[in-house]
Nanobody
Framework: QVQLVESGGGLVQAGGSLRLSCVVS????????MGWYRQAPGKQRELVAA???????NYADSVKGRFTISRDNVKNTVTLQMNSLKPEDTAVYYC?????????WGKGTQVTVSS
């Protein structure tokens, strides 16, 4: 059984910063890609940022230059540093990890950016 637990969400004013963390635990052999997704009310879930096992990263255009994703392959964690937050960044943020051929998701953490 694999579990993902996110932390670090909250309420912040526009222009502020938040740091999201996700810990993967359980029956882990090797974690391939890890990433952060978000879903705003009434919208589809979308990719925010992803990082491969080799450290290659991919960002949504809307967050490039503001967000940074990183991972620790020893601690099985993935972190999303979010700077210069905007009200449109408000959403539930989900952590995802790919193990083998399966994707595992966390339950999400709320990020709210006030104007």
């Amino acid at each position: 059984q694999v579990q993902l637990v996110e932390s670090g969400g909250g309420l912040v004013q526009a222009g502020g910063s938040l740091r999201l963390s996700c810990v993967v635990s359980g029956n882990i052999l090797r974690i391939k890609d890890m990433g952060w997704y978000r879903q705003a009310p009434g919208k589809q879930r979308e990719l925010v940022a992803a990082v491969s096992i080799g450290g290659g990263t991919n960002y949504a255009d809307s967050v490039k230059g503001r967000f940074t994703i990183s991972r620790d392959n020893v601690k099985n964690t993935v972190t999303l540093q979010m700077n210069s937050l905007k009200p449109e960044d408000t959403a539930v943020y989900y952590c995802k990890a790919k193990l083998g051929f399966l994707d595992y998701w966390g339950k999400g953490t709320q990020v709210t950016v006030s104007s």
